[in-house]
């Protein structure tokens, strides 16, 4: 019990990395998916034999050089020496919370950007240096989970997979990760170029790189299981991977928390349950969108790549460094996001080996966690030709006040936030977890200095998501860390803090975010991350008798229509996908028009939409029973009746009589 968050997520990171290598090598094969995935579970068992093999040889002979069995001392004897050793780390971090957190104007982020690098710079300054004598009440760096937390952290796991089941919260993107995998499940084929206009006619899109292993491998599972992938994507894959990010979390937790980690957990795993509404926010992409990529790169793999760090750094683990660079390739499965953030975590770490002149480290290490993202994402961008000069000018880098609040919120949520941050290389556990967390905090820091990331961005072109490099920091574990601050030379407040801390931190979270549940986003029982009435309509037309060809629906049906079947194919799957294509091209302009004339919320000129319906080549069409004035503009537009579904989701469908006109490359 006690080893299974480790050999669980060591697992995960080493059969996914697997699957991932396989997968790029089928770049070139060209296999079908059912194939490679069949192959991976040969592959399995002597993968697993040999990370077992290496696992015992993983000897540690010796700690690293700038590290003894025991952390060095770091606090002086009297107050006077305290406080002028860290006075300035602490009061610039507060400084930097507030005028982040609460400010409004230029001069304010300013203030904050340049509090937070004294307060990080000054912290790194106030750690001890090589040579310091030993602290003999200093926590052990070889700390294990105990049965007793294993339990704990277990019960957690199974709770949160169960609990993410129940969750119904529609993301917008799921129609192109879901839609890919029920593609790969009914076809056995890797969609490399467009799915969701037309049938590889056009180029892939921006959201569709031929890097990312997820959603085909979810396809594959799910073709191989004769089961549907959306099933197999809510019922299957979400509850192991609630319980893989987790443990990610516990590991981490336990690794660099300096006291009682399971308080630290619990308060970490609570600001993640209770702080998650908001779109984009950071623990949005949690349990509600645990089956994208990127969200469990972000939950998971970020975490595991710290303990990796700390487990190489602190016992000159082979293992470790083996899984490191393995992470580095399951990453660059899960989401492209990687291919940026990974160098940039990797970096930050090697600033502080650097510093402490560990350059062998820092070499090993670097490379280890980035070669592969990197070479990927170069490959990918010569072949590729670049970004798309459309998808620069849709996606303008966001404002960093609002980068700021995607990761570590506004107001008091955002102090929280911003002090967890900037105070997190004096609260970890000393050694090596504080030396990394002030190498992340500074490189996240000097990357918010307005205007270093619209400089990146301009250089790099990946201006979309370079709102996300403040992921690179585990912020729910930081956090918690708050829970466990503990005041030298001062017993009797200890003992009130340890009681006060967290249960003032949880009551924050609880009045000041938004949970997870707002909104009855909570089902009775497992559901799709669809609208039941949604669900039951699209797949009420998907058993009709219509013509072949491309269907016009109501937008959120034809959303949810590829992630259920790709037989029948859809005018418009999402708007926000046509900037890839040019959103004033005539291609763009029509399904843009028919979808307004579907969903019925603005008075569309029949003329209008009978040339769009030629144009674009529509066989069919469905509407709401409700949308009157659609359904009055039936006869005019030559559309026949042929199904009606009474309330709930009331909706009648016809047949065009245009179908095979089209003169616009529909």
């Not at 040999?50 to 606090?75: G, H, N, Q, Y």
């Not at 406080?83 to 982020?109: I, K, N």
Request: charged residues 15%; aromatic residues 10%.
């Amino acid at each position: 019990m006690a080893a299974a968050p480790v050999l669980f997520t060591d697992a995960a990171v080493v059969g996914f990395a697997l699957w991932t290598l396989l997968y790029h090598l089928n770049l070139g094969l060209n296999l079908r998916p059912s194939v490679v995935f069949i192959a991976w579970l040969v592959l399995l068992p002597v993968t697993a034999y040999a990370s077992w093999k290496l696992r015992r040889r993983d000897v540690v002979p010796r700690p690293a050089d700038d590290e003894t069995a025991t952390t060095p001392a770091e606090l002086p004897a009297d107050r006077a020496a305290l406080l002028r050793r860290y006075a300035l780390p602490v009061g610039a971090a507060v400084g930097a919370a507030m005028f982040a957190a609460l400010g409004t104007g230029t001069l304010s982020w300013w203030l904050a950007a340049t509090l937070g690098l004294v307060s990080v710079v000054s912290a790194w300054l106030a750690l001890p240096r090589r040579g310091a004598p030993a602290d003999a009440g200093a926590a052990p760096v070889t700390r294990e989970t105990t049965p007793a937390q294993a339990y704990v952290v277990i019960a957690v796991s199974l709770a949160a997979a169960y609990f993410g089941t129940l969750i119904a919260r529609v993301s917008l993107d799921d129609v192109f990760y879901v839609g890919k995998s029920v593609w790969v499940a009914e076809r056995d084929e890797i969609p490399f170029r467009d799915f969701l206009f037309t049938e590889g006619v056009l180029p892939a899109g921006s959201a569709n790189p031929p890097l990312p292993s997820f959603e085909v491998f979810i396809g594959a599972l799910a073709r191989v299981l004769h089961m549907h992938a959306a099933s197999a994507t809510w019922y299957l894959l979400l509850p192991v991977l609630a319980v893989f990010a987790i443990f990610a979390l516990w590991r981490l937790v336990q690794r660099w928390a300096p006291r009682r980690p399971l308080v630290v957990f619990g308060v970490a795993a609570a600001y993640i349950l209770l702080v998650a509404y908001y779109a984009d926010a950071l623990n949005t992409y949690h349990l509600p969108r645990l089956t994208q990529g990127k969200s469990v790169f972000v939950h998971a793999l970020v975490p595991l790549a710290w303990v990796y760090l700390t487990d190489y750094l602190e016992r000159r683990s082979r293992r470790a460094l083996v899984l490191l660079a393995l992470l580095s390739v399951a990453s660059v499965g899960y989401t492209t996001t990687a291919v940026m953030l990974l160098p940039l975590l990797s970096a930050a770490a090697c600033v502080v080996l650097i510093a402490t002149r560990r350059l062998r480290a820092a070499a090993l290490c670097f490379a280890a966690a980035s070669v592969y993202p990197l070479v990927s994402g170069v490959l990918v961008q010569v072949l590729r030709g670049g970004i798309e000069q459309t998808v620069a000018t849709y996606a303008p880098l966001l404002p960093l006040r609002t980068i700021y609040e995607l990761t570590l919120w506004l107001g008091i949520l955002g102090v929280i936030g911003g002090l967890a941050v900037w105070w997190s290389p004096l609260l970890l556990r000393r050694g090596v977890p504080r030396q990394l967390a002030a190498g992340a905090v500074l490189a996240v820091t000097v990357l918010m200095i307005p205007g270093l990331l619209k400089v990146a961005g301009d250089v790099s072109g990946l201006r979309a998501v370079l709102w996300r490099v403040p992921w690179i920091l585990p912020v729910p574990a930081l956090v918690g860390m708050l829970a466990v601050i503990r005041l030298p030379g001062l017993a009797r407040v200890n003992r009130v803090l340890a009681f006060v801390l967290p249960v003032a931190l949880v009551a924050v979270f609880y009045t000041q975010g938004k949970p997870m549940w707002t909104n009855d986003l909570v089902q009775s029982k497992p559901t799709w991350r669809i609208p039941e009435t949604r669900k039951n309509v699209t797949f009420w037309i998907t058993r009709q008798d219509l013509p072949k060809g491309l269907v016009l629906a109501p937008t959120s049906v034809m959303r949810a229509m590829p992630q259920v079947t790709t037989r029948v194919r859809v005018v418009m799957a999402r708007d926000l996908y046509l900037t890839d294509y040019g959103i004033d091209t005539q291609f763009s302009k029509d399904r843009l028009l028919l979808g307004r004339f579907a969903d019925g919320v603005e008075p569309v000129p029949v003329s209008e939409v009978d040339a769009a319906l030629r144009r674009v080549d529509v066989s069919a069409v469905c509407l709401w029973r409700t949308n009157k004035a659609a359904n009055d503009a039936a006869p005019a537009l030559g559309l026949v009746q042929v199904a009606s579904r009474k309330s709930p989701g009331g909706m009648i469908c016809y047949r065009t009589t245009t179908s095979g006109t089209s003169t616009s490359g529909g």
